[in-house]
C-alpha cells in the first residue's frame, strides 16, 4: 500500500505541507493568517486522516479478497484517547510532520497535547477495549470494534469545595476530524411492540415482530492503524437517529411538532454515555442503546457476508464475535432472531452457528454489576427476543436435567430466568450458554468464575472456559506517553523492536546494576516527576516537591477498590507526624485521581474525604514537605498519559477477590513504578513475573479474606485493638477533616466498624507495616531504581498484544493477514 502513495497521501515533508495547507484552506476555509488553534488542529487531522484513508482501503480490498475470519469486537464501551499522537506513531510520520509544521510556525507538540479526547468509556473495560484494537491492528489481524457514538461521553469532572461536580462532555463541539459518517450503511433497527405468530403462503409457521417504533442507525468509522504496518482496521460506532418513514407518517397526519418530538425521542438512544461501572439498574434507555448496537452491528456483518458473496450459513466462517462482557449478549438472540425469522434457517442449524460466533469475557464477580433485566421490562423492549430466549432456555434446561438426572435445584441455578424472586432475564447466563468459549481477565479471576461465579456452568461444560490475562498497549503507555523511557530503551536494546515486540524489553534487565543506565532511568523518572508536578500546580494550585516519593493512586472510586485505605493510611502518617517527631519519615505525594458514578453517594464521599484530609494536610506548617495530598480532577487517557510515567509507586489495594485484573496496574509497571499491592486480579502475576522481592504485597488472600467473612469478621474489635487505626479513625469522624462536623463522614466511618465489606481493617495493619518497608526501600535510591528497572523489563507478559494472540489461537481461530505487498 505505501509504496503506491500518490501526491495526496505521500508522506516526505513537501507533501505534507501540501496536504496541510490544501486542508487548512479547502476544509477549513482558512489562511494561516487567520486560522484558529482549532482550523490548524483539523487541518493536520485531515492531513493524517488522508494517509490513513490510503492504507485502509488497501487493508479493505485484501480483507475481501482473501475473505479471513474477521474479528466484531463488541464493546458498548472503547475508549479511545486522543488520536493524533497515536495515529503519528503508528504512520511513521511524527518527525516528518512535526518539522514541517515547525517551518509554519506551528508546534505540533502543542497540537497533540491540547487534543480534547473522547471520553466513550467509563474506564478499564472500554480503555481495554481501546488496547485491543491497537494490538489487533499491529499484529494486523482483521477486525472491527463495534460499538456506540454517544454524543455526551462519560461527564467531565470538577471539584468544587473537595466535592465531584459532574460536568457534561460534549465532546462533538469542536468537531471530530476522525470518523466519516456513512449513512449510506444506515439500518433499520425495531423496538417494543408485539409479535404474531401466522402460517406463510407455503404453509410455514412464521413470527413478525410489529415493533412499536423504529431507529434509524448509522455508522461512524474509525480508522484504527497498527504500528508501523500498512493494515488499517475501522472502529464502527453507531448514531441512531429518526427513521424517514417513520417521520413521513406523522407528518402526513399533520402533526408536525408531535414529528419532531419523535425524532427528538430516536436521537435519545445514543445521546449519553451512563457513567456508572459494576453496578447494574435496570433502566429501559440502556436496554436500548445495548440492543440498537448490537442489531446495527450483526446487520453490518451480514453486509459485509453478502458483499463476499457468501451464504448466511458462513457467517460464523466470516465473524468471530466478541463480546466485552454482558452488554452485547443480546446479540446472541438477535443473531438467533436473523436467522430464524428472516433467513428461515431451522433452530438447530442456526443454533450451531450462534455459538460458533460468539465468545464471552467477563469482567465482574460484583453482583450488584451483573446484568440482569425485569421479564416485563425486557418484553416490552424486546418481544420477540423474549420468545426466542425462552426457547433456548426450554431446550438448555432439558440438556441440564439429562446432564444433571435429578438435580432440579441445579436445572434451577443454571436457567436463563432468574425466578427467585421478581423474575429477570440473566445476562451472564444467555452469554455463556451462546458461546463456545468464556474467559475471565486474570488468572485468580478465571478461577474465580469457575469455582464461584458459573459453578453450575463450569460442571456442564469445563472445555468452554479460559482465561487471557488482560494487557495494555506499549504504543500509547510507554512510546507516547514516556518518550524519555523510550529513546532510553531503544538505545539500551539497539533498536527499536521492543515496540512491537515488548518481551524484548527483558533486555534492559542486564542494565540494572549498570550505574550510568540507571542515572539515566533517574532523569528520566525526574523530568517525568516535574511535568506532573506542573500539571498538578496548574490544576489544582498545589506545589510538589518532585524530590519526594510519588505515591498514585488513580482508578474509579469505589468501595471495593478501597481508597479509603489510602486515606487511613496518610491519616496514620500525620498522626505519626503530629505526635512523634517522626522526621525519618519519606517525603511523599499522594496523588489520587478518579470519577465517581454521579449516584454513587458513597464513592462521592471519599472523593470528599481525600480533599478534607488533603486540604488539612498540605497546609500545616508542622508537617512541611513531608506530606502532600492531592486529588487531580478528571482522571482521563491524556491524564494518564502524564501520570504513569511520573509514578515512582503504583497503588493496587483492592480487597483480594474483588478487582478482576486491573489495568492500570500494568502501565505503571511499565513505566517504571513499583506496586504496592493485594494478592487481586492481575497484580498477583505481575508480582509473579517482576519476582516478590521487587513488589510491596500486603493483605489477605482471596482464600484468606473469604474464610475470615464465612467464619465471622468482627471490625470492631480491630478498631479496639490497635491504636493507630483507632486514632486514624477518631480522627476522621471526630470532625478533624471536616471543621468539626462529626457527621460528615459518618456513612463511611460507622460502615467500617459495623459492616466493611470491603475489610479494610482487616488489611489496615499490613498495609501499613508495608508502607514502611516503601520507606525503607525508597532511602537507598540506587537500589530502589534498580528495582522499577526490573518491575519495567519484566513486564513483558502485559501487552495487549499478547492478550490478542491468545484471543486469536485459542478462542476466535484466526491469524494475520498481513500486506506482503504482492496483493
Ligand atoms: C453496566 C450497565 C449499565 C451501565 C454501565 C454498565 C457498566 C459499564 C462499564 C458496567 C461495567 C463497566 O465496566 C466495568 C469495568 O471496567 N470492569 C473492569 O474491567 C477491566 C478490564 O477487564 C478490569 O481490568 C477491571 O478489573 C474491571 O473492574
Redesign the pocket.
Known amino acids: 500500500g505505501v509504496a503506491e502513495d500518490d501526491v495526496r497521501t505521500a508522506c516526505e515533508p513537501e507533501a505534507l505541507k501540501r496536504a496541510f495547507l490544501d486542508h487548512l484552506l479547502y476544509t477549513q476555509g482558512k489562511t494561516l493568517e487567520i486560522a484558529s488553534h482549532n482550523d490548524i488542529y483539523l487541518a493536520v487531522a485531515y492531513t493524517v486522516r488522508d494517509r490513513l484513508l490510503r492504507r485502509w482501503s488497501h487493508t479493505s480490498s485484501r480483507h475481501k479478497r482473501h475473505g479471513t475470519r474477521t474479528v466484531a469486537y463488541l464493546s458498548?464501551?472503547f475508549l479511545i484517547g486522543p488520536s493524533l499522537g497515536n495515529n503519528l506513531l503508528n504512520l511513521d510520520i511524527t518527525d516528518a510532520l512535526r518539522e514541517t509544521l515547525a517551518r509554519l510556525g506551528i508546534d505540533l507538540d502543542e497540537l497533540v497535547r491540547r487534543e480534547v479526547e473522547p471520553g466513550l468509556?467509563?474506564?478499564?473495560?472500554?480503555?481495554?477495549a481501546a488496547c485491543f484494537m491497537d494490538s489487533l491492528a499491529t499484529g494486523e489481524i482483521p477486525a472491527i470494534g463495534y460499538g456506540i457514538y454517544y454524543e455526551y461521553g462519560i461527564f467531565f469532572q470538577t471539584v468544587v469545595d473537595g466535592w465531584q461536580v459532574e460536568n457534561t462532555d460534549k465532546w462533538l463541539r469542536f468537531g471530530n476530524p476522525w470518523a466519516i459518517h456513512h449513512p449510506e450503511w444506515g439500518v433499520e433497527v425495531k423496538l417494543g411492540g408485539y409479535t404474531e405468530h401466522y402460517t406463510d403462503d407455503v404453509g410455514r409457521f412464521r413470527v413478525r415482530w410489529v415493533p412499536e417504533k423504529t431507529v434509524w442507525g448509522t455508522p461512524f468509522d474509525t480508522p484504527v492503524a497498527g504500528y508501523k504496518v500498512s493494515t488499517v482496521n475501522t472502529l464502527r460506532l453507531w448514531r441512531a437517529e429518526a427513521t424517514e418513514e417513520f417521520d413521513f407518517s406523522v407528518f402526513n397526519r399533520g402533526d408536525y411538532l408531535g414529528a419532531v418530538n419523535k425524532k427528538v425521542t430516536s436521537e435519545n438512544l445514543t445521546k449519553v454515555?451512563?457513567?456508572?461501572?459494576?453496578?447494574?439498574?435496570g433502566?429501559e434507555l440502556?436496554l436500548e442503546q445495548?440492543y440498537f448496537f448490537v442489531a446495527c452491528a450483526l446487520r453490518d456483518m451480514l453486509r459485509i457476508l453478502e458483499h463476499r458473496g457468501l451464504p448466511v450459513t458462513e457467517f460464523p466462517r466470516a465473524f468471530a464475535v466478541q463480546l466485552n462482557?454482558?452488554?452485547p449478549a443480546i446479540g446472541v438472540a438477535e443473531l438467533m432472531r436473523l436467522l430464524i425469522d428472516e433467513y428461515l434457517v431451522p433452530w438447530e442449524q442456526a443454533w450451531e452457528a450462534t455459538r460458533a460466533t460468539f465468545a464471552y469475557?467477563n469482567?465482574?464477580l460484583?453482583p450488584e454489576?451483573l446484568?440482569r433485566w425485569p421479564l416485563e421490562l425486557f418484553k416490552s423492549v424486546l418481544p420477540r427476543h423474549l420468545e426466542i430466549i425462552y426457547e433456548i432456555n426450554r431446550r438448555f434446561l432439558n440438556e441440564a436435567r439429562i446432564r444433571f438426572f435429578g438435580d432440579e435445584s441445579r436445572v434451577f441455578r443454571l436457567s436463563l430466568i432468574d425466578e427467585s424472586g421478581e423474575r429477570y432475564v440473566r445476562m451472564a447466563h444467555l452469554a455463556c450458554v451462546g458461546s463456545h468459549a468464556i474467559n475471565g481477565?486474570?488468572e485468580l479471576?478465571s478461577t474465580l468464575i469457575k469455582e464461584q461465579l458459573l459453578p453450575d456452568f463450569y460442571a456442564m461444560w469445563p472445555e468452554k472456559f479460559d482465561s487471557v490475562t488482560?494487557g495494555v498497549t506499549p504504543r500509547r503507555w510507554v512510546v507516547l506517553s514516556n518518550p524519555g523511557l523510550a529513546a532510553l530503551a531503544t538505545e539500551a536494546l539497539g533498536d527499536e523492536h521492543w515496540i512491537r515486540d515488548w518481551p524484548r524489553i527483558a533486555g534492559l534487565e542486564k542494565h540494572a546494576d549498570d550505574a550510568a543506565f540507571i542515572e539515566r532511568w533517574q532523569r528520566v523518572k525526574h523530568t517525568n516527576k516535574r511535568s506532573l508536578a506542573a500539571l498538578i500546580r496548574d490544576e489544582t494550585g498545589v506545589v510538589v516537591n518532585p524530590d519526594s516519593l510519588f505515591d498514585v493512586l488513580v482508578k474509579?472510586i469505589h468501595e471495593y477498590k478501597r481508597q479509603h485505605l489510602a486515606v487511613l493510611h496518610i491519616v496514620t502518617r500525620y498522626h505519626r507526624l503530629k505526635t512523634q517527631r517522626a522526621t525519618d519519615m519519606v517525603p511523599r505525594t499522594f496523588i489520587f485521581g478518579g470519577k465517581a458514578a454521579p449516584g454513587y453517594v458513597r464513592a462521592k464521599l471519599m472523593i470528599k474525604l481525600i480533599t478534607a484530609v488533603a486540604d488539612v494536610v498540605n497546609s500545616d506548617p508542622e508537617v512541611r514537605d513531608l506530606l502532600k495530598v492531592v486529588f487531580l480532577p478528571n482522571f482521563s487517557v491524556s491524564k494518564g498519559q502524564c501520570i504513569y510515567p511520573a509514578a515512582e509507586l503504583s497503588e493496587q489495594i483492592?480487597l483480594a477477590g474483588k478487582?478482576?485484573?486491573?489495568?492500570?496496574n500494568m502501565k505503571f509497571a511499565m513505566n517504571g513504578a513499583l506496586t504496592i499491592g493485594t494478592m487481586d486480579?492481575?497484580n498477583i502475576e505481575i508480582c509473579q513475573e517482576v519476582g516478590a522481592e521487587n513488589f510491596f504485597a500486603f493483605g489477605m488472600s482471596a482464600d484468606e479474606a473469604q474464610r475470615l467473612l464465612r467464619s465471622g469478621y468482627y471490625p470492631r474489635d480491630l478498631y479496639r485493638d490497635d491504636a493507630e487505626l483507632r486514632a486514624a479513625i477518631d480522627l476522621i469522624r471526630g470532625g478533624f477533616f471536616s471543621r468539626g462536623d462529626a457527621g460528615l463522614f459518618e456513612p463511611l466511618t460507622n460502615d467500617l466498624l459495623n459492616e466493611d465489606r470491603y475489610m479494610l481493617l482487616a488489611d489496615y495493619a499490613s498495609y501499613v507495616e508495608c508502607q514502611d518497608r516503601v520507606d525503607a526501600a525508597y532511602r537507598d535510591a540506587r537500589q530502589w531504581s534498580r528495582m522499577a528497572v526490573l518491575n519495567c523489563a519484566r513486564s513483558g507478559r502485559f501487552s495487549s498484544d499478547r492478550s490478542i494472540a491468545e484471543y486469536a489461537r485459542r478462542m476466535w481461530h484466526t491469524s494475520a493477514l498481513p500486506d506482503t505487498g504482492h496483493g
Open positions: 458498548a464501551e468509556g467509563n474506564g478499564g473495560l472500554g480503555r481495554l454515555l451512563y457513567p456508572n461501572d459494576e453496578s447494574h439498574q433502566k440502556r445495548q462482557d454482558t452488554h469475557t469482567h465482574t460484583l454489576a446484568e481477565v486474570a479471576h488482560n474509579r483492592s478487582e478482576a485484573s486491573g489495568t492500570g486480579g492481575a
